[in-house]
């Protein structure tokens, strides 16, 4: 028997550069901002562990995307909506951190709040200046939220184009209602004006240093559990539900629990993201369950490549790079260059980069060929 | 249920009893007050003009569609019209769809390996790990269906008739005792649908099997009872012979 004796890491080429990679960034990203001067060529500048670190936080949130979309087939349109609740949880926290040194103050309760005339913290802020409480609410909010959402949207048989749209309903109430300022949540500022973590000042480089690489190992560990995931038999029973559902069912696997299993750990690691992304950025508002973001997210996955998990993150990096690039010097083009790289994506390279990455490599196999026939082919059809 | 019912369903041997059904969709009768009993081992063919209910009989039977009225048993005492597709798949009902449905984009074995019988409990999936004997079983099935060469190749890849075959090896390790095998041979070549017509006799003995389709000659080659379905309930049911030379049948087939 030579079938499923390799490693469910060791036989995976591509995942072992990007743990590779995420390794070498995790320690030389830190030791290149703290321990070199800036008049060194290589040192890297503050602002890039931060930059760095939200690549990061998005390429977790796109791996937790392609989880449920290239394996299990549910596109998620309302993503946005776990990172951001995972965000919030370590905004409340962070927010208790602050304490009395806030612009009034008063060390029971946040800025915001005492501006709202609150007089007393509202019930369901109780336990977040427990660090280990907030912790535990980046993962169980998440992930209670689409656990119910999935029992019944998966045991409805709520599928395809429906089950996107009403994810993308999910995060755009979770929007409005965050807006609101009686829900306690900063309302349209959010939460903001971060001091420390931990005791440790968020501004200092060295506390910076130390969540870009926490950023680096969660995402290690979430590819690592992904792939513990999809190598396995619960992953080719994602793979089969995608494909074919029904076969699915009439050998009778109960598809709705395993589209449960898959949509629940990816809406905890979804969390977990957002909770890196907050004390790096300073920031979290309403504006991250916004719709656009979660399309974004499909884009990222898509460029990179589906199915793969390592794809995702690549993808959500190149792209938001090109973002970072693109926003400052042709800032009113972005948007039409997001739209065309993703219809250029659907056209070309319908299994991202790292599906057109064999292709190159491999000029035997007259991949290359075949793709610029397709291309050519694809100008004919336009001709005519 | 009548005493006399629970007769006929404690009857010796009959593993599935369809007693009655009825169902309609939007007003139309897809099927009237059908009746069907398949005995263990037995090879059953159902044939029937298009629209006559074949589908929709083997959707009952496999909690796809629940019926308006009428009684489906299992074994016994089993009431499938009470459990979901998942359930009665693993009470031991297999089936093939009309068209073949395999995982594409997994390999032959991986195929197999998927319909083995078995837990099918998340948690039991996500730390499966395959026994010997187990890869044995679908090396063994592999040969069964031919498809030993095909192994590794994506399922994707085979030809029409390959997957048909497939998906029979896929039902088939799920050990099932009712197998319910829809339009097996359409898309086969001639020599093809008589290895499956072997194929389906030698599996039927050990499973029961119930096999929907419209090619007379493979029906034939079957060698077993047929039911005539027509406008969802039994026209006749007989040898293939008694039913060609059936009146009712004949008009039903020719007379319009």
Known sequence: MTHGKSHFLLGDRGGLVLLASLAVLAVGVPALNLGLGPESALHVPDYMVGLLGKYLCFALLALALDLVWGYAGILSLGHGAFFALGGYAMGMHLMREIGDRGVYGNPDLPDFMVFLNWQELPWYWHGFDNFGFAMLMVVLVPGVLAFVFGWFAFRSRVTGVYLSIITQAMTFALMLAFFRNDMGFGGNNGLTDFKDILGHDLQDPATRAVLFSLSAAAVGAAFVIGRFITASRLGRVLVAIRDAEGRARFLGYRVEYYKLFAWTVSAMMAGVAGALYVPQVGIINPGEFAPPGSIEIVIWVAVGGRGTLYGAVLGAVLVNYAKTYFTGALPELWLFMLGGLFIATTLFLPKGIVGALPMMTDPERGQWRKALAVFRNVGKRKAS | ?256
């Not at chain 2, 005493?3 to 369809?18: G, H, M, N, Q, S």
């Not at chain 2, 359930?87 to 395999?102: D, E, M, S, W």
Request: glycine share 8%; hydrophobic share 45%.
């Open chain 2, 1 to 256: 249920m009548t005493p006399i019912e629970r007769d006929k369903i404690e009857a010796k041997d009959t593993v599935l009893y369809v007693d009655g059904v009825s169902v309609s969709f939007d007003g139309f009768k897809a099927l009237n007050n059908l009746s069907l009993y398949v005995v263990a081992g037995e090879l059953r063919a159902i044939i029937g003009p298009n629209g006559a209910g074949k589908t929709t009989m083997m959707d009952v039977v496999t909690g796809k569609t629940r019926p308006d009225e009428g009684l489906v048993f299992f074994q016994g005492d089993i009431d499938l019209t009470k459990l979901d597709e998942a359930r009665i798949a693993n009470l031991g009902i297999g089936r093939k769809f009309q068209k073949p449905t395999v995982f594409e984009t997994q390999t032959v074995f991986e195929n197999l390996e998927l319909s083995l019988a078995g837990r099918r409990g998340v948690l039991e999936s996500l730390f499966f790990k395959l026994s010997a004997e187990q890869g044995d079983r679908i090396d063994e099935m592999l040969d069964r269906i031919a498809l030993a060469a095909q192994r590794d190749h994506l399922a994707g890849s085979l030809s029409h008739g390959q997957k048909q075959w497939l998906e029979i090896g896929m039902l088939l390790m799920q050990e099932p005792d009712v197998l319910l095998v829809d339009e097996p041979v359409a898309g086969m070549t001639d020599a093809e649908t008589e290895q499956t017509a072997a194929l389906l006799r030698e599996i039927a003995g050990a499973h029961s099997v119930v096999v929907v389709e419209h090619d007379m000659e493979f029906v034939r080659a079957l060698e077993c009872r047929v039911t005539v379905l027509h406008e969802g309930s039994v026209l006749a049911e007989g040898s293939l012979e008694a039913v060609q030379n059936d009146q009712r049948v004949i008009e039903v087939y020719l007379g319009r």
